[in-house]
C-alpha cells in the first residue's frame, strides 16, 4: 500500500510565526487530504488536495503530485492552532484512506 | 445535515464483553470505514467497505467484525474484548473516487 511520512513530527512555536509541514507520499494519489486533530480529539477538514494550491484563511496547502508531496503552511500561528496535523491519502483503484504518523505542533502565547 | 453520526461517544467494556459500536451517515456515501487511534499515536485502519454487502480488511482486522447491509449504516463488532482494544475509535465515510472524506466525533472505548 501507499506509504505516508510527515515531517517534522513535533513542532513548537511562538504566537505569531509561520509554519510549514510536510507530507511525502510513495505511488500517485486521487486522494490527499488534511485534517487538524484538535485537543478534544476531533478531526477537523482542513483541506481535500489531491493537486494544487488551495487557500483558506491563515492556512494554505499545495500538493505537487508529480513529485509525491503536499506542503500545508500556516501564517501568523494562534494558540488555538495547536493539535495534531496529520495528511491521508487513497491512490488509484485502492479505496483504502491512509494516513500520517501526524505533526504535533504546540503554539506557545 | 448530522453527517457522520457514533454512538456511544464513551464505553467501558470489561474483559471477554462484547459491543457493537454504531456508526450512520446521511450523506448516500459509498465508502465507509472504521479506524482506531491509540493514545500519542496515528490512525490505524480497522475495516472498510466501497458499498452495501461489501467488507474487506484494513491494517489491523484481528478481533473485530464489520457488516454494511445498508448504505447508510457500518457497525463495527467486538467479540471478547481485549485490554488491547483499548482506543478511541473514528469511523469515516466518503462518496467514492476522488472525494473527501469526513469523519465521526470518535467513541472512546476502555477495556478493563
Known amino acids: 500500500g501507499i506509504q505516508v511520512e510527515q515531517s517534522p513530527p513535533d513542532l513548537i512555536l511562538q504566537e505569531g510565526a509561520n509554519s510549514t509541514l510536510r507530507c511525502n507520499f510513495s505511488?500517485?494519489?486521487?486522494?490527499l487530504q488534511w485534517f487538524h486533530q484538535n485537543p478534544w480529539g476531533q478531526l477537523i477538514n482542513l483541506f481535500y488536495?489531491?493537486?494544487g494550491t488551495k487557500q483558506n484563511g491563515r492556512l494554505s496547502a499545495t500538493t505537487v503530485a508529480t513529485e509525491r508531496y503536499s506542503l500545508l503552511y500556516i501564517s501568523s500561528s494562534q494558540t488555538t492552532d495547536s493539535g495534531v496535523y496529520f495528511c491521508a491519502v487513497a491512490g488509484g483503484a485502492n479505496s483504502k484512506l491512509t494516513f500520517g504518523k501526524g505533526i504535533t505542533l504546540s503554539v506557545r502565547p | 445535515n448530522a453527517g457522520v453520526t457514533q454512538t456511544p461517544k464513551f464505553r467501558i467494556l470489561k474483559i471477554g464483553q462484547s459491543m457493537t459500536l454504531q456508526c450512520t451517515q446521511d450523506?448516500?456515501?459509498?465508502?465507509m470505514y472504521w479506524y482506531r487511534q491509540d493514545p500519542g499515536m496515528g490512525l490505524k485502519l480497522i475495516y472498510y467497505s466501497v458499498g452495501a454487502g461489501i467488507t474487506d480488511k484494513g491494517e489491523v482486522p484481528n478481533g473485530y467484525n464489520v457488516s454494511r447491509s445498508t448504505t447508510e449504516d457500518f457497525p463495527l463488532r467486538l467479540e471478547l474484548a481485549a485490554p488491547s482494544q483499548t482506543s478511541v475509535y473514528f469511523c469515516?465515510?466518503?462518496?467514492?473516487?476522488?472525494?473527501?472524506?469526513?469523519f465521526g466525533q470518535g467513541t472512546r472505548l476502555t477495556v478493563v
Open positions: 505511488d500517485s494519489v486521487n486522494n
Open positions: 450523506m448516500n456515501h459509498n465508502y
Open positions: 488536495i489531491p493537486s
Open positions: 469515516a465515510s466518503r462518496r467514492g473516487g476522488n472525494t473527501e472524506a469526513f
